[in-house]
């Protein structure tokens, strides 16, 4: 069988700040590099995990927004365990985190104030009504970088899940990133560890580039989502290594209702070189809050460990919206539950007032060159009666059976589509045989073509 060159399955990571002097940066004389530098213990900042840290990081990304018109400025966290409350960014800035940097998060909830849930989902996704702010945020900005010699922001979550699976929580937890209605972002060479709920959410954003960054949560962590792109265009993720307790990557763009009335697609998304061990879920996953829709999704060159599905679509009625043009192709996957999952059946609401006429439009899913070990099912394939997904086209794909492998490898209903070269022999459904499915040819290109090399 002839596929596509699949890289190894080892953790990613992206030399980016090896070589960049500070006196080059300082003059800001290459693309995203910052003319204005400063500490963390400047602003009177202590890295010995005890001393609480909120009001120095606040002084310092003020005193630095003030600055970062001219040249832009960088906030530099040096080695050292910082304990702080949630910290909003600015623009023009470039958050650095050294070599032996880690952000730790505070554990007490009182540092963590409530804000509004977002328009597009109308209420908090754990609970109704306002949501623990995120730790790290910002709004209407323009230029953000966060990046480092793979310091880490850790979120120390196990408070957060302890009292989730114990519904002792009355609002809905924190993202370790959010960043709403922003332009131009870099995320690159920072790890990120043990977020309360779902890891980085850009949303209502454009022009995000996400790149080199290892994001680690325990495997039955709830909600731990690595990437989560919500409503936002032009986003590339790549290079990145994540361990979840869900989705490794999730494409949403908001809640039925609010979703349908807030009406903002995910669209133009490159994702490749994708690295993924998530036993209870997708490696990505489209939706299932996808009710302002998704398209033009490009996957590649990916690999899947010890993950429940591959690529997977999440809807229901009520949704509305859509999921087209979709486009997979070269990924390796090791030990899976289904390769192949569609999922029309998903019931949860944010109310009472999802309009069950609301159905969802899922056409033109496009999966091609992958080869899988170790599984149990091929695929699992559920449309929605009266609305089923058309358009599935499955070509140049082997999937080798685990020895406790379901008899009933395909399992279809409420779905059309067409197959090429495939093992085992697809269901009915999708019996029709069809030329190898589609992939774009020409280049979407998203960010800067090389990331800004700088060190401080």
Same mark, same amino acid.
């Given at each position: 069988?002839?596929?596509?060159?699949?890289?190894?399955?080892?953790?990613?990571?992206?030399?980016?700040?090896?070589?960049?002097?500070?006196?080059?940066?300082?003059?800001?004389?290459?693309?995203?590099?910052?003319?204005?530098?400063?500490?963390?213990?400047?602003?009177?900042?202590?890295?010995?995990?005890?001393?609480?840290?909120?009001?120095?990081?606040?002084?310092?990304?003020?005193?630095?927004?003030?600055?970062?018109?001219?040249?832009?400025?960088?906030?530099?966290?040096?080695?050292?365990?910082?304990?702080?409350?949630?910290?909003?960014?600015?623009?023009?800035?470039?958050?650095?985190?050294?070599?032996?940097?880690?952000?730790?998060?505070?554990?007490?909830?009182?540092?963590?104030?409530?804000?509004?849930?977002?328009?597009?989902?109308?209420?908090?996704?754990?609970?109704?009504?306002?949501?623990?702010?995120?730790?790290?945020?910002?709004?209407?900005?323009?230029?953000?970088?966060?990046?480092?010699?793979?310091?880490?922001?850790?979120?120390?979550?196990?408070?957060?899940?302890?009292?989730?699976?114990?519904?002792?929580?009355?609002?809905?937890?924190?993202?370790?990133?959010?960043?709403?209605?922003?332009?131009?972002?870099?995320?690159?060479?920072?790890?990120?560890?043990?977020?309360?709920?779902?890891?980085?959410?850009?949303?209502?954003?454009?022009?995000?580039?996400?790149?080199?960054?290892?994001?680690?949560?325990?495997?039955?962590?709830?909600?731990?989502?690595?990437?989560?792109?919500?409503?936002?265009?032009?986003?590339?993720?790549?290079?990145?290594?994540?361990?979840?307790?869900?989705?490794?990557?999730?494409?949403?763009?908001?809640?039925?209702?609010?979703?349908?009335?807030?009406?903002?697609?995910?669209?133009?998304?490159?994702?490749?070189?994708?690295?993924?061990?998530?036993?209870? =879920?997708?490696?990505? $996953?489209?939706?299932?809050?996808? !009710?302002?829709?998704? +398209? %033009? /999704?490009? #996957? &590649?060159?990916?690999?899947?460990?010890?993950?429940?599905?591959?690529?997977?679509?999440?809807?229901?009625?009520?949704?509305?919206?859509?999921?087209?043009?979709?486009?997979?192709?070269?990924?390796?996957?090791?030990?899976?539950?289904?390769?192949?999952?569609?999922?029309?059946?998903?019931?949860?609401?944010?109310?009472?007032? =999802?309009?069950?006429? $609301?159905?969802?439009?899922?056409? !033109?899913?496009?999966? +091609? %060159? /992958?080869? #899988? &070990?170790?599984?149990?099912?091929?695929?699992?394939?559920?449309?929605?009666?009266?609305?089923?997904?058309?358009?599935?086209?499955?070509?140049?794909?082997?999937?080798?059976?685990?020895?406790?492998?379901?008899?009933?490898?395909?399992?279809?209903?409420?779905?059309?589509?067409?197959?090429?070269?495939?093992?085992?022999?697809?269901?009915?459904?999708?019996?029709?045989?069809?030329?190898?499915?589609?992939?774009?040819?020409?280049?979407?290109?998203?960010?800067?073509?090389?990331?800004?090399?700088?060190?401080?």
């Amino acid at each position: 069988m002839a596929t596509r060159r699949i890289p190894r399955p080892a953790a990613v990571a992206v030399a980016l700040c090896a070589a960049a002097l500070l006196a080059a940066c300082a003059g800001a004389s290459r693309a995203g590099c910052r003319k204005h530098v400063a500490k963390i213990t400047e602003y009177g900042a202590v890295g010995d995990g005890k001393t609480l840290n909120t009001a120095a990081f606040a002084k310092a990304v003020a005193d630095l927004s003030e600055r970062a018109r001219d040249g832009g400025a960088a906030l530099v966290v040096p080695p050292g365990k910082w304990l702080t409350g949630p910290f909003n960014l600015t623009s023009h800035f470039t958050l650095y985190l050294d070599e032996g940097a880690e952000i730790l998060a505070s554990q007490d909830m009182k540092d963590w104030p409530l804000i509004a849930p977002l328009p597009s989902y109308g209420r908090g996704r754990d609970e109704p009504g306002p949501r623990y702010s995120n730790f790290i945020a910002g709004s209407n900005l323009t230029d953000v970088i966060i990046t480092g010699k793979n310091g880490t922001i850790n979120g120390q979550g196990q408070v957060w899940w302890d009292k989730y699976r114990a519904k002792e929580l009355q609002f809905t937890r924190g993202y370790l990133l959010e960043l709403l209605y922003s332009d131009s972002i870099i995320i690159s060479n920072v790890t990120f560890v043990d977020s309360p709920s779902w890891n980085l959410h850009p949303t209502y954003c454009t022009n995000v580039t996400i790149s080199g960054v290892t994001i680690l949560a325990p495997v039955h962590s709830p909600n731990t989502d690595g990437i989560d792109p919500d409503s936002s265009s032009h986003v590339k993720i790549e290079d990145c290594y994540i361990v979840s307790g869900d989705d490794c990557i999730a494409v949403k763009s908001g809640w039925d209702e609010y979703g349908i009335k807030f009406n903002m697609p995910s669209q133009h998304i490159v994702i490749k070189r994708l690295t993924c061990i998530s036993p209870t =879920s997708a490696m990505i $996953a489209l939706g299932s809050e996808m !009710s302002g829709g998704i +398209r %033009d /999704v490009r #996957a &590649e060159d990916s690999v899947a460990i010890n993950t429940e599905s591959a690529v997977r679509v999440k809807s229901g009625v009520g949704r509305g919206g859509f999921v087209k043009d979709i486009f997979v192709r070269g990924l390796s996957l090791h030990t899976m539950k289904w390769v192949f999952w569609m999922t029309g059946n998903y019931g949860q609401h944010p109310d009472n007032s =999802s309009d069950p006429n $609301a159905m969802p439009q899922v056409t !033109s899913i496009n999966y +091609r %060159d /992958v080869f #899988a &070990e170790n599984v149990t099912m091929a695929g699992r394939m559920e449309g929605i009666p009266n609305d089923p997904y058309t358009g599935i086209c499955i070509s140049n794909v082997t999937a080798q059976l685990a020895p406790d492998a379901k008899k009933l490898q395909w399992n279809c209903t409420n779905v059309k589509g067409v197959t090429s070269d495939v093992t085992p022999k697809p269901c009915p459904e999708l019996g029709a045989e069809g030329m190898p499915c589609a992939f774009p040819e020409e280049e979407l290109i998203i960010g800067p073509r090389k990331l800004p090399k700088c060190t401080y």
